[in-house]
């Protein structure tokens, strides 16, 4: 089993990590931290912190 880490990048379509992922075969556990350096202030509107956001809004 393999454990995937995303701290701040939620793509899915263009990340080589998880292409790495799927193609080993084998099971993958994500985990997604919070972290508060990302959290504060205005940072959610920032090129990243936007991305990040938008990524977890349910469609």
């Not at 990048?9 to 990340?15: M, Q």
Request: a positive charge.
């Amino acid at each position: 089993m393999k454990l995937f880490i995303h701290r701040k990048d939620l793509r899915t379509s263009d990340l080589p990590a998880l292409d790495y992922t799927a193609a080993a075969g084998e099971p993958v556990l994500h985990a997604l931290f919070l972290d508060p350096f990302l959290l504060r202030g205005d940072r959610h509107r920032e090129h990243s912190g936007a991305g990040f956001f938008a990524c977890r809004r349910a469609p």
